[in-house]
């Protein structure tokens, strides 16, 4: 992995990464939005604006890469340039929780 993919990702957004997370299965960017409103209650809700703009980046950086299109709706996937990042994300997600517990990394 680029170092420079790392630095951009890793942290990444709230947004960028529910879009990322999503993207484990085909979808398009109105699924995703739907998708991420469910899953946190509505806690979260992402625009188009920044939906699409989000999508574009991570294709162009090779997170993601279009899957299919159907009815003039591109449906993207995760790649595995994007399965790293959102590994190490969800490695430091984990690692700030468990710290916030008072639990050290060796435990």
């Known amino acids: 992995m680029e170092e420079r993919i790392r630095r951009i990702y890793v942290p990444m957004t709230e947004t960028g990464f529910y879009i ?3 993207l484990q299965t085909p979808q398009h960017g109105y699924g995703i939005s739907r998708q991420v409103s ?4 509505n806690a979260v809700t992402i625009g188009p604006g920044t ?5 574009a980046k991570m294709e162009k950086d090779g997170l ?9 709706r591109k449906l993207y996937q995760i ?3 994007g399965r ?3 590994r190490l994300e969800i490695t430091r997600i984990e690692r700030l929780y468990r710290n916030s517990r008072g639990e050290s990394i060796d435990e």
Do not use: R
């Open 20 to 22: 990322l997370f999503c």
């Open 38 to 41: 469910a899953m946190t209650g």
């Open 51 to 55: 939906m699409y703009g989000t999508l």
């Open 64 to 72: 993601i890469a279009v899957h299919s299109e159907e009815e003039k």
């Open 79 to 81: 790649t595995e340039l």
């Open 84 to 86: 790293e990042i959102l």
